[in-house]
């Protein structure tokens, strides 16, 4: 699976758009970027995932490079509950014996 | 999107005895699940991956013999910890994705504490 870098952690007021960003500059062709969060002491959650196209869900929307070496998670209107390690993961899709292979994740901070 | 439950969702068991963790997709047929550990402040682990029918293919530094996982049926999985020790204190998270499921879903978690 291609490496991804993310920063450590961030900050995002309630109620203002967070933007979380994501370096995978090694990412093939076949590769999807997924992002899943994990809120503290809960097993991770599935946001989305997208190929080349941003992506828009009920959750977040997904920007992606058009040379797909970078993307960003956004937020529109962070809530307190929002709080959580976000994970930007590349890899195949579908496949069932295709890993996720956890990064350290950036630790976003809704401040009231 | 689709559903895991993990069972017990805490447990507290003494050293030298086993503990049984049972994973069950709910509203989809898994496949594929797989097993994850996590220590406080580190990310996830992946242990081992079982297909249905199928012996579970773990990962480097990973005791087979220690870490018994059956995958019997599409939507139950169990990981059996086996002469738990301290060590093995952790969260256990276990995922499942399907043939319609290309994502991985994830169960709640389950908190082993050994004493």
């Known amino acids: 699976d291609a490496k991804t870098t993310q920063p450590p952690s961030m900050d995002c007021a309630e109620g203002r758009a967070a933007n979380l960003p994501c370096n995978h500059s090694t990412i093939s062709g076949n590769e999807y970027v997924y992002w899943y969060r994990q809120i503290h002491s809960q097993g991770p959650q599935y946001i989305i995932h997208g190929l080349k196209n941003n992506e828009t869900n009920e959750m977040a929307s997904l920007i992606i490079t058009e040379d797909r070496k970078s993307s960003t998670l956004i937020l529109p209107h962070a809530t307190l509950r929002d709080t959580a390690v976000y994970y930007c993961?590349?890899?195949?899709?579908?496949?069932?014996?295709?890993?996720?292979?956890f990064g350290t994740g950036t630790l976003l901070a809704v401040q009231p | 999107g689709a559903v895991v439950s993990q069972h017990p969702s805490w447990v507290i068991c003494k050293s030298g005895t086993s503990v049984k963790i049972e994973c069950r997709s709910l509203d989809f047929q898994a496949t594929t699940m797989f097993w994850y550990r996590q220590f406080p402040k580190q990310s996830l682990m992946l242990m081992a991956t079982?297909?249905?029918?199928?012996?579970?293919?773990?990962e480097q530094g990973v005791e087979k013999d220690k870490f018994l996982i059956n995958h019997a049926s599409l939507t139950l999985s169990t990981l059996t910890v086996t002469s738990a020790h301290p060590e093995d204190s952790s969260f256990y998270i276990c995922s499942g994705t399907g043939t319609h499921v290309g994502t991985q879903y994830f169960g709640p978690g389950t908190r082993l504490l050994v004493l």
């Open positions: 079982s297909n249905e029918g199928s012996k579970a293919t773990y």
């Open positions: 993961i590349v890899r195949p899709h579908g496949g069932a014996t295709n890993k996720l292979i």
